[in-house]
């Protein structure tokens, strides 16, 4: 596979089954086209039978087109990484063989440098219990395979979604990759204790309810926005902030359309609508239909799960894009 057209590059990976590994960077957006193939051998324009006796040196494998102005080879890596075992030296799943083997074919020195110290990343602090072994090899020329290989998971998904199940595949992802996410969520949530109040962190995080007449905002008559105490996210204006006499923030409505989510809540033996922050997923409070017209809507909001900032400094705080609210306004 050549690059034909300007600032396009090739990335090229094996992982076993090229059916298995093709179908994931299809789905990428700056991948221009990925084709199944063999490479890594001598033998010149080899067979799927040749390849998978284990006698041509080939191994299954899989090139892509990709722009880098859309999707960078750190991240093509990545996907790699999380389609494969890279701890199995003598093939992918249920097919052994060398010909199944995991590898890299670099294409310049940066993809190189690039794969090399990802691997090496990987190994030292990866779900795995075993050291990487998957090799980072320069590209050699990289036959197609035949036709009916071609975007097998599209042609024949039948076929394709039984043989990833059946071959342990999808199963082995999914365990090893769990373990790393349940890690993510732990030190994300480590972060968060770190960089929030006990307060905030109860309320956004465990679904906490801040006393009533007792904290920041709810009696808070500046003009303003307030935004999402955890990802920064504009939620609601001044503008539509009025006095429920509840003892907590209440708002006729969002800032916009769309930025939060409702979910039904059925805790304290009622059933309520929960609001939620889109981005991060941050409890804010509930909504209600008991508000004044012209919405009869009442969002009533934790203070704790807000952040407020001042028409006067919102350029300055990188929420430019609201002060025409203000403006129109007056």
Known sequence: MDAEK??????????????????????????????????G?????????????????????????????????ETLLDVFWHQVDPTDGGGSFADRGAQYRSAIFFHD???????????????????????????????????????????????CPTQYQGYRAG???DQYLKDIWQSEKKDDNAKSASALKERLTPLQYKVT??????????????????????VDIVSGEALFSSLDK?????????FTKTIAADIVLEKKDASHL?????????AGDAHL???????????????CINSASLRFISKKVLADEGYAEFTKLFEEES
């Open 167 to 169: 071959s342990g595949r």
């Open 285 to 299: 409070g509930h909504l209600f239909d008991d508000g004044p017209l012209p919405t009869g809507q009442r969002y």
């Open 109 to 155: 020195e940066t993809q190189k440098q690039l794969a090399t110290a990802s691997k090496e990343k990987l190994d030292q602090s990866g779900p795995y219990d075993k050291h990487i072994v998957t090799e980072i090899l320069p590209a050699k020329t990289f036959y197609p395979a035949e036709d009916y290989h071609q975007q097998f998971s599209k042609k």
């Open 205 to 226: 995080q465990e679904n906490g309810t801040e006393p009533a007449f007792s904290n920041a905002y709810w009696d808070n008559k500046a003009e303003g926005i307030y």
């Open 270 to 278: 009622m059933v309520r609508t929960e609001v939620r922050s889109k």
């Open 41 to 73: 051998g001598d033998e010149i324009d080899p067979s799927y039978e040749a390849v998978c006796s284990g006698q041509t040196g080939h191994l299954e494998a899989i090139a892509m087109q990709y722009d880098p102005e859309q999707i960078t080879y």
């Open 6 to 39: 300007p600032g396009i590059k090739i990335a090229t990976f094996a992982g076993g089954c090229f059916w298995c590994m093709e179908a994931p960077f299809e789905k990428l957006n700056g991948v221009v086209g990925v084709i199944s193939g063999y490479t």
């Open 242 to 250: 009025y006095d429920s006499k509840s003892g907590w923030p209440s």
